[in-house]
């Protein structure tokens, strides 16, 4: 059996489960394990030091996959932008067929990637920014909740409500994000008119996933409480581990504290220390409240399997179950 959506058709997987983009954790090995097991990876561009190391990457994924994986394009603004236009080169000219943008609007993407065969899924947090990119010709969207690891704007619409907003306005395939962690999330998403998920907290948490064992055991011993709201005073809010130093963060910022006064807190730097040495209070890592349902560190594999086939039971048989025919009743 398998669940088929408007999701699976469009992108061409096998099932409706995709595994977003996540700086220092998007590489070769996890995409293609998500790959390997049916579901949609994306490599995440910017977590390639320069255009040239993405083509090496998405050579080195093709080697370990044969089925299909994007790649994701953050577009944040900075005040050094990387060079897009060389990395979304690198997409074209490596032959990807899927894209993840996120960040900010895809319009000035969306020519060249279309021109090329590829379809875009923009992942987005309001139900006014999926409207606006489906309206530009994205082909397929990925409405990021509250719940959601990572940023999730500005607006506080937790999942329920978001998605089946967007539901109702969006026509193209539409994916749920934001604290999806197991088959009876990926049931609800489906309940509430989604045609699938997409999870990082979930796929960082795997054995595949690159980064320190310690990271992953402390997401296991993590709860739906665990996490942080930095930036918020900037309008640049971020859902990140709950540790020393973005409790810090956000005192200082809670005191009137501007983004110099954090600066040295949450560079970048601090952050790899955690994914690379497993010491988890080094700095700033991202993660999510699905760290509450994540209980274990399967393979990719084990995971997509376990939901998709705990899924089918839960669809034809306890929420079958409740349906009474009332007919038959009669009969009797
Ligand atoms: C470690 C980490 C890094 C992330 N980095 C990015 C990123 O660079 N670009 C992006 O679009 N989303 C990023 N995200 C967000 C995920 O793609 C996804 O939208 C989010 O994790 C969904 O929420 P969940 O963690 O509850 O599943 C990141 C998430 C995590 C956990």
């Not at 489960?17 to 561009?45: D, K, P, S, Y």
């Not at 990457?57 to 050094?80: H, M, Q, S, W, Y």
Request: aromatic letters at 4%.
């Amino acid at each position: 059996m398998a669940i088929t959506t408007k999701f699976t058709e469009t992108f061409g997987v096998e099932h409706p489960i995709a595994q977003g983009g996540m700086q220092w954790v998007g590489r070769a090995e996890l995409v293609a394990a998500v790959a390997n097991a049916g579901a949609l990876g994306f490599l995440t561009a910017l977590t390639q030091p320069t255009p040239a190391d993405l083509a090496n990457e998405i050579a080195k994924t093709r080697d370990l996959t044969d089925k299909p994986f994007g790649v994701n394009l953050t577009i944040l603004p900075a005040i050094n932008p990387p060079p897009y236009d060389e990395y979304r080169q690198v997409i074209v000219d490596a032959g990807i067929k899927i894209v993840e943008t996120a960040g900010s609007n895809p319009a000035p993407h969306l020519p060249m990637f279309h021109d090329n065969g590829i379809k875009v899924l923009h992942k987005c947090t309001s139900v006014r920014h999926a409207v606006k990119a489906q309206s530009l010709g994205v082909d397929g969207i990925s409405i990021d909740g509250f719940e959601c690891a990572g940023h999730p704007g500005e607006d506080d619409v937790p999942g329920l409500v978001l998605i089946p907003a967007a539901a109702a306005q969006i026509e193209i395939p539409m994916i749920a994000s934001g604290g999806f962690a197991d088959a009876r999330g990926l049931v609800a998403a489906l309940a509430l008119g989604a045609d699938g998920v997409n999870m990082g907290s979930r796929f960082m948490c795997t054995v595949e996933s690159c980064i320190h064992q310690n990271v992953k055991e402390a997401i296991v011993a993590g709860d739906e409480r665990g996490t942080e709201l930095i930036f918020r005073s900037l309008h640049n809010t971020a859902r990140v581990a709950s540790n020393q130093v973005s409790r810090e963060v956000v005192e200082i910022l809670k005191n009137g504290g501007q983004f110099p006064d954090v600066q040295e807190l949450v560079a970048g730097v601090r952050g790899r220390r955690v994914f690379d040495e497993g010491d988890v209070d080094a700095g700033i890592w991202t993660v999510g409240t699905a760290m509450g349902l994540i209980n274990d560190i399967p393979t990719c594999d084990e995971l997509v399997s376990r939901m998709v086939s705990e899924a089918e039971e839960i669809i034809l048989g306890r929420l079958g179950n409740m349906v009474e025919d009332d007919d038959e009743e009669n009969v009797a």
